[in-house]
């Protein structure tokens, strides 16, 4: 089993996508940073009939765990697309016989690229993480705020953060397996996530009751595990685009946990039948 592991990281680690992926996260995350750093440090929102400057009205806690995980939305896209080409790339090389005659138990290899894959994404978490704090942080120290106001809570956020990245590229890996056209997977995983995923949530919100489904939605998930508005007076979380209900951050991550362990399943299920050529 350690062999298959082995031979996983260095599948992945051999080619340039490792730092380019890396970097890749590192960018999203300090520009994102960066960005809403500048507007929440300095800008100003309506609530009610006055403009609000939202870094006075806002904790220095809610405040850098904010601007530190303001790329997550694309982090994870990354992750999502990590956890494809894990597998996608096996089918559109071919190697994915080599792969089958070197560890014949399918379920082994499955297990072995699961276990690559989340050292592949803590590696990348990492670089995503320190890329929202250069980014955010440079904002944050020059404007006088403390750089990390509680370290404990941070260190839970980042905790967070990491556990959404692996998950969602646990969800890439069950994608890549059931749709071995690496082109056709990840235009599938982000086109649902990032166009179809958000327009059924908004049309659930006309039909009474229907609603609290769309807190089950991956997405949704990932923003209520990060709990990113709590802290915030509730008129200024709904001024900055706060949805409405969301699920506790322990529900959030349960059931991104639930899609991970569903879409692993489902990927284990399919490699064990499919025939190989």
């Known amino acids: 089993m350690s062999r298959l592991i082995r031979s996983e990281l260095r599948k992945y680690f051999s080619t340039r996508m490792w ?33 609000v400057k939202v870094g006075d009205a806002m904790p220095d806690l809610t405040m850098a765990r904010m601007i530190y995980t303001a790329g997550i939305q694309f982090g994870y ?15 559109r090389h071919k190697t994915i016989s080599n ?13 072995a690229k699961v276990a690559a894959l989340v050292v592949i994404l803590l590696v990348n978490a990492v670089a995503h993480i320190a890329g929202g704090v250069v980014g955010g942080g440079i904002l944050l120290g020059t404007a006088g705020h403390p750089l990390f106001p509680d ?19 646990l969800i890439g890996l069950g994608l890549g397996v059931l749709i071995p056209n690496q082109v056709a997977a990840l235009f599938l995983g982000i086109a649902v996530t990032l166009i179809v995923e958000p327009l059924v949530a908004f049309a659930l919100t006309f039909f009474d009751g229907w609603d609290v489904v769309a807190q089950f939605f ?11 508005f709590s802290g915030v007076d509730p008129a200024l979380a709904e001024a900055m685009g706060a949805g409405g209900d969301q699920l506790p951050w322990w529900g959030g991550a349960l059931t991104l946990l639930g899609y ?12 064990r039948r499919r025939d190989i050529a």
Do not use: C, K, N
Not at 99 to 111: C, D, E, K, M, N
Not at 260 to 270: D, E, P, Q
């Open 77 to 91: 896209m990354l992750a999502l697309v990590i956890g494809v080409l894990s597998m996608g790339q096996e089918f």
């Open 218 to 228: 991956p997405s949704q998930a990932a923003t209520a595990t990060l709990s990113l």
């Open 260 to 271: 991970a362990a569903v879409m692993t399943l489902i990927g284990l299920v399919l490699t």
């Open 99 to 111: 792969t089958f005659l070197a560890g014949p138990r399918r379920h082994q290899v499955i297990f």
């Open 19 to 51: 730092w380019g992926m890396a970097l890749a996260m590192f960018l999203v995350g300090a520009a994102f940073a960066a960005f809403t750093g500048a507007f929440t440090i300095y800008g100003e929102i309506p609530v009610g009939d006055s403009m």
């Open 151 to 169: 370290p404990a809570a941070l260190g839970e956020t980042f905790a967070l953060v990491v556990l959404i990245l692996v998950v969602w590229g």
